[in-house]
């Protein structure tokens, strides 16, 4: 199945699905929301129908891997705790040239049109 790259890019309208940060179409990676790595375990699936299909910025693909999003959530949610181990990160906290705020991890199609169910298929 030939994937049609421009209608997954104006999927959200240019924007990552996961990060929402704008981008460029050249720029724009092809994320399977439910990885191809794991189709095996969703009998019937087809990894390339257009519904599994995500525009992302090559950060959030390479970082996703092949985790499905909830998998992921929580890799992201344990950010701040590995970024607290860092010298760097540790010193610009005590001189408040940073500010922690923790917040739930929100992804960019959860506020708009979401192309799944709450579970992640």
Known sequence: MKIN??????????HCAYC??????????VDHYWPQ?????EPGLEPDRFENL????AKCNIHKYAMRPEMWRGEL????LRLKKNAQFDRALRFDQ????E???VFYFENHNQPFEKDGR
């Open 20 to 29: 929402g940060r704008a981008m460029e179409f050249g720029k724009m990676q």
């Open 37 to 41: 790595f794991l189709s095996h375990l």
């Open 5 to 14: 790259r421009q209608a997954v890019y104006e999927k959200y309208d240019g």
């Open 103 to 105: 917040r739930p991890i």
């Open 54 to 57: 995500m525009p992302s910025c």
């Open 77 to 80: 949610g344990k950010q701040v």
């Open 98 to 101: 940073i500010e922690i705020t």
